[in-house]
C-alpha cells in the first residue's frame, strides 16, 4: 500500500497559477502510476493528469497546454503545477496511486489509493 497527502493549493485569480503537491509514503514510489484527479461541487471526480511507471504523461483536454504533471523520485513526490488558471478548474484536487502501470482511461474507479484532497478557487 501506499499513503498519500496533499499539500498547496489556495486561492488564486484567473490566469494565475497554483501548485499541488502529493507525499508518497510505504511502497516503492516508482512502482506506482500516479494520477491528480479533481472533483467540483455535483460533478464527478474527474482525471486531470497521470504519469506512468515508464514515465509516459496524459493529460485530460480540458488541462492540456495548462497544467504539468512531474514526479521527484527521490523526494517521493508527486506535483501539479497548475498555469493560466480558469474558474473552472475550482475543485477539490486529489493524488491517487495505482500499482503498476496505468490503466488505459484515467478512470477514479480504477484507482485504489487516494489522498484527502485539497482545495483550489480560481475567481
Known amino acids: 500500500h501506499v499513503q498519500l497527502v496533499e499539500s498547496g493549493g489556495g486561492s488564486a485569480q484567473a490566469g494565475g497559477s497554483l501548485r499541488v503537491s502529493c507525499a508518497v509514503s510505504?511502497?516503492?514510489?516508482?512502482?506506482?502510476?500516479m494520477g491528480w484527479f479533481r472533483q467540483a461541487p455535483g460533478k464527478e471526480r474527474e482525471g486531470v493528469a497521470s504519469?506512468?511507471?515508464?514515465?509516459?504523461?496524459r493529460y485530460a483536454d480540458s488541462v492540456k497546454g495548462r497544467f504539468t504533471i512531474s514526479k521527484d523520485n527521490a523526494k517521493n513526490s508527486l506535483y501539479l503545477i497548475m498555469n493560466s488558471l480558469k474558474p473552472e478548474d475550482t475543485a477539490m484536487y486529489y493524488c491517487?496511486?495505482?500499482?503498476?502501470?496505468?490503466?488505459?482511461?484515467?478512470?477514479?474507479?480504477?484507482?485504489?489509493?487516494w489522498g484527502q484532497g485539497t482545495q483550489v478557487t480560481v475567481s
Open positions: 510505504g511502497r516503492t514510489y516508482k512502482d506506482y502510476c
Open positions: 504519469i506512468d511507471t515508464d514515465g509516459t504523461i
Open positions: 491517487a496511486a495505482d500499482y503498476g502501470q496505468c490503466p488505459s482511461l484515467l478512470r477514479a474507479l480504477l484507482f485504489p489509493y
